[in-house]
């Protein structure tokens, strides 16, 4: 078993937040770009943003999280309401330099759970890692539409997204329901080149995947574990988070009945899974020099999501 360090709760500045919170209480999707660390949270209309130094910061000395929209207009503030329109963002990953984006970007996915949850959103970076201009939708329905039918996945539910060497890895998270996790490959140039192509082209059909390589995660206290982040790792493997919530389908929310980390090797192989005292719901993960940052989803509007981390193992980096 792991136990992760707190290093602060996702606050906000005063008057930051459309619905007046001070703090972002469903992050999902970490990232490190440049001097950044970038989430999503599943219910909002943001991007979050906090300097890395926050990762170092003494304990208690909170930087505020910084918001910047990805897509116009508000949420309902009732919770069932909030949930069914919600874009469910889950997914971040940093793209390569291309012709659109010469110093990468940001895409953010949603889950694909219901269709109005089939929405990316790419954000140009600077050479600091910093955003550069707005934020542009991209819609999901073509790519994952094939993941449905061909790919088996009737309950699809994308939960993270990382570039890993030549593909962009994204990850179906199982639940009670169907079991299944699965992490889906698609040719990172074939893949960037269909998010960056022209406004006029929307038509154009998106790469299939490259491969689909299901992965048994096992159970906590007879509750399916499921992925919902994941990161590459220097040797060509990858890391990922996984709860284990009690819920049958990709919508509905359940008792976090553990959490863990797990460790795949560059040949696909599940090497090592821990897990996390306390079961805190990691959502998101970054790894970041010789440590693993995540970001918790507590499924609570009044609790603040947290920022923390764990020494990664030697093997890992290996």
Request: charged letters at 20%; glycine letters at 12%; proline letters at 7%.
């Amino acid at each position: 078993m792991r136990t992760p360090t707190l290093l602060q709760s996702l606050t906000l500045p005063p008057g930051a937040h459309p619905r007046g919170q001070v703090h972002l209480s469903a992050a999902s999707g970490l990232v490190v770009a440049g001097s950044w660390l970038y989430l999503v949270a599943d219910d909002e209309h943001h991007l979050g943003a906090l300097p890395l130094a926050a990762a170092d910061a003494v304990p208690h000395e909170a930087l505020p999280l910084q918001l910047h929209r990805l897509q116009p207009g508000e949420l309902p503030h009732e919770a069932a309401a909030r949930k069914k329109r919600k874009p469910d963002l889950e997914a971040l990953a940093v793209l390569p330099a291309s012709a659109r984006h010469p110093r990468g970007a940001l895409l953010a996915m949603g889950s694909g759970s219901r269709p109005n949850r089939q929405q990316a959103f790419v954000w140009a970076l600077d050479a600091a890692g910093g955003l550069a201009g707005a934020a542009r939708a991209v819609d999901l329905s073509a790519l994952y539409a094939p993941l449905r039918k061909a790919g088996g996945f009737a309950d699809l539910n994308i939960e993270g997204a990382f570039v890993g060497g030549a593909s962009l890895c994204v990850l179906q998270r199982g639940h009670q329901g169907d079991a299944r996790n699965a992490c889906i490959q698609y040719a990172l140039g074939d893949i960037v080149d269909w998010l960056d192509r022209p406004d006029t082209e929307t038509d154009r059909p998106p790469p299939a995947p490259s491969r689909i390589a299901d992965c048994a995660l096992g159970q906590v206290g007879g509750v399916a574990l499921g992925f919902t982040d994941g990161c590459a790792l220097p040797g060509g493997g990858w890391l990922f988070s996984a709860v284990a919530e009690d819920t049958s389908d990709s919508y509905a929310d359940g008792v976090c009945a553990g959490s863990a980390i797990g460790w795949v090797d560059a040949q696909g192989t599940l090497r090592d899974m821990a897990a996390l005292a306390g079961a805190p719901k990691v959502e998101g993960v970054a790894l970041q020099g010789g440590r693993l940052l995540m970001v918790t989803d507590a499924d609570d509007p009044g609790t603040a999501s947290q920022l923390l981390s764990m020494a990664a193992d030697a093997s890992w980096l290996a």
